[in-house]
C-alpha cells in the first residue's frame, strides 16, 4: 500500500462545476496535509495545508480532512481552464521532517 | 533571493559521468529539501538539512548520491557516475519553518538527463 494514494485521473470537468479531488493516507499518525498544484513542466506550488478535522476555505478552494477515515480532499468551485494541471496531495507526521507526497490527479477544466 | 533559485535548469550528461546540482533557498529558510521526480510521478524524497543539524539523508538511493549544505546557505546535490535511471527533474525546495509544517517553497527544478 501506497503512504499517499490518489487517482491518477485524468478528472475532467467543465468550466464553472466543482472539481472534487480526493487523497488517502496509510500512516494514522499523519498531522499535516497539503495540497499543491503542479502545472505542466512546472515546479509544484502550495494551494493549502491544513492540520485539523473538517473543512478549511480559501477562496475557490476548500480543504476537507477526515483523519478516522485517513482521508483528505481538495474542491475548486468555479472551476477555470486556468485550474487544468496535477494536483498533489502531500502529508507529514508531526515532529517529522519529511512530507510524503501523492503521485498527483490530473485535472482538465474544459472551456 | 525572492524565490529557491537552482541551476542549471536543464543537464544532459553521458552515462557514467558526474553531475552536481546547486539550490540557492530562500533568504532566511533553515529547512531545505531535495526531492527527484521521475517523469509521470510523483515526488520522491531523497535529503533534508535543517540549519547546521546533520543532515537526513534516508531518501538518498544510493551511495552515488551525496549534499552538502553549509549552514543555511547553498546546497549541492552531487550525483557520481550517473545511470540512466539518475534521468529525472530534480526539485530543491526550502522552508522557514524547521520541518515544514506549513509547506514548502519549491525551485523551478534542475532537469538531468543522462544519455
Known amino acids: 500500500q501506497k503512504e499517499v494514494e490518489q487517482n491518477s485521473g485524468p478528472l475532467s470537468v467543465p468550466e464553472g462545476a466543482i472539481a472534487s479531488l480526493n487523497c488517502t493516507y496509510s500512516?494514522?499518525?499523519?498531522?499535516?496535509f497539503f495540497w499543491y498544484r503542479q502545472y505542466s513542466g512546472k515546479s509544484p506550488e502550495l494551494i493549502m495545508f491544513i492540520y485539523s478535522n473538517g473543512d478549511k476555505e480559501d477562496g475557490r478552494f476548500t480543504a476537507q480532512l477526515n483523519k478516522a477515515s485517513q482521508y483528505v480532499s481538495l474542491l475548486i468551485r468555479d472551476s477555470q481552464p486556468s485550474d487544468s494541471a496535477t494536483y498533489l496531495c502531500a502529508v507529514k507526521n508531526t515532529g517529522g521532517f519529511k512530507t510524503i507526497f501523492g503521485a498527483g490527479t490530473r485535472l482538465f477544466v474544459k472551456a | 533571493g525572492a524565490g529557491v533559485s537552482q541551476s542549471p535548469s536543464n543537464k544532459v550528461t553521458e552515462k557514467g559521468k558526474d553531475v552536481e546540482l546547486r539550490c540557492d533557498p530562500i533568504?532566511?529558510?533553515?529547512?531545505l529539501y531535495w526531492y527527484r521526480q521521475r517523469l509521470g510521478q510523483g515526488l520522491e524524497f531523497l535529503i533534508y538539512f535543517q540549519g547546521n543539524s546533520a543532515p537526513d539523508k534516508s531518501g538518498l538511493p544510493s551511495d552515488r548520491f551525496s549534499a552538502e549544505r553549509t549552514g543555511e546557505s547553498v546546497s549541492t546535490l552531487t550525483i557520481q557516475r550517473t545511470q540512466q535511471e539518475d534521468s529525472a527533474v530534480y526539485l530543491c525546495?526550502?522552508?522557514?519553518?524547521?520541518?515544514?509544517?506549513?509547506?514548502?517553497?519549491f525551485g523551478s527544478g534542475t532537469r538531468l538527463t543522462v544519455v
Open positions: 525546495a526550502s522552508s522557514s519553518v524547521p520541518g515544514g509544517n506549513y509547506g514548502y517553497t
Open positions: 533568504s532566511g529558510h533553515t529547512a
Open positions: 500512516d494514522r499518525g499523519s498531522q499535516s
